[in-house]
């Protein structure tokens, strides 16, 4: 029952179909646009009148052991505080590598370098690639960059917007046999201030997958 309101709020989500295979195809949300649409046998049933753009998603897969590679800690560019629960960036190209549902105990949360749900920290004009992996072995994951502080409703897409153009990343299916999907997207921290990176799954936001992402100027 709850698996199947799942799915149905998904589909509804993604305005048609999205199916967890090897390749998935979805629309990739262009700046300022909640709205997201599914392609493939989707029959333009689009949710309201943004602009959107299609686009095929390969998503490529990793290993366990390749997992491995996000929770090494470059040797210069970051900062990284436990007591403050803060990873700083300082270079003006960067990489932020940040696994969905890192543990067991974090399954709603992100982890970056072993933290979990940190505030990140970028420069102003930063140009910045997320690159998400999905740990969870039943779950979709997904994240997107709002100004819309918590607490998040069980639909947060419906209700925040994307605060930097391509600061998003549809949801990524959960493990499989071929391993963890990985997705990435590359977006200019155009403005300062203060931000929050979420899930945009429903009710995961709600849950508190979520953390805050400062922009410095
Ligand atoms: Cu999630």
Request: aromatic share 10%.
């Amino acid at each position: 029952m709850r698996s199947y309101f799942f799915v149905v709020s998904l589909v509804l989500m993604l305005g048609g179909s999205f199916s967890f295979n090897t390749t998935v195809s979805a629309t990739n949300m262009m700046g300022g646009s909640q709205m997201m649409g599914g392609k493939g046998n989707m029959k333009g049933n689009m949710m309201g009148g943004s602009q959107m753009m299609n686009k095929m998603r390969n998503l490529s897969t990793i290993s366990i052991n390749e997992l491995k590679s996000f929770y090494k800690i470059p040797v210069a560019g970051v900062r990284i505080n436990k007591k403050t629960n803060t990873v700083k960036f300082l270079d003006s190209k960067i990489t932020i590598p940040i696994i969905a549902s890192p543990d067991e105990d974090n399954m709603y949360a992100f982890g970056v370098y072993g933290l979990v749900n940190p505030t990140i920290v970028v420069k102003e004009g930063s140009v910045i690639t997320i690159k998400l992996v999905n740990k969870d072995d039943d779950m979709p994951h997904a994240i997107m960059i709002t100004k819309t502080q918590p607490p998040y409703n069980n639909m947060p897409m419906m209700m925040n917007s994307v605060a930097f153009g391509g600061a998003v990343i549809m949801p990524i299916p959960k493990k499989s046999n071929s391993g963890y999907y990985v997705d990435s997207t590359t977006f200019t921290a155009t403005t300062p201030g203060v931000y929050y990176y979420i899930c945009q799954i429903p009710g995961h936001a709600a849950k508190g997958m979520y953390g805050k992402f400062v922009v410095l100027k």
